[in-house]
């Protein structure tokens, strides 16, 4: 993926440098999605980094000022829609409430519709995931829907799986252009 910059970020590749960081927000992971893809140890994480460094559905969102990894964006590609991805974000919990979760899907938003010809963006989000419901609706997402006892990231104590609800939120490309007309 080209290198994008915001005032604050860059989104990138990741490199080996991520490491660290990546195992310091994959460890403990905070919602269940991403239980999946949890890291334990730094060994783990630096081969993580190097599967992810080709990889250009993986972004990685570091601050422009120290290069340092605060979190991810990831982009998919329908395989029956080429003309629409799922997106989603982790972000590691020490840089919350700065606005870099908006600031860098903002400029990735951009970069899909622009540059790489996506007609439609949507993102799952579990029904108590309620900062990601936040910041879907900040970034001019819509609800379109809440399918229940959707998928299973964890169990209960007894093995049996805890089905989440999850929402679906989309942006099509035609909004996104008439959100940004009525901000001007």
Known sequence: MQTLETNRLILRNFTATDAAGLLEYTANPRVNCFMDHQISTLEEATAEVEKR?????????????????????????????????????NFNARFEGKGYASESANAFIEYLFTQQEVRRLYAYVEDDNFRSQKLCEKLGFRQEGCFMEFVSFVKYEDGTPKYENTYQYALLKKEWLSQRANQK
Do not use: H, P
């Not at 250009?56 to 990894?69: G, H, P």
């Open 53 to 89: 460094s080709s990889d250009d559905s993986q972004i990685a969102v570091c601050l422009k000022d120290s290069n340092e990894l605060i979190g991810e964006l990831f982009g998919m590609k329908e395989e029956r829609d080429s003309d629409t991805y799922g997106i989603g974000w």
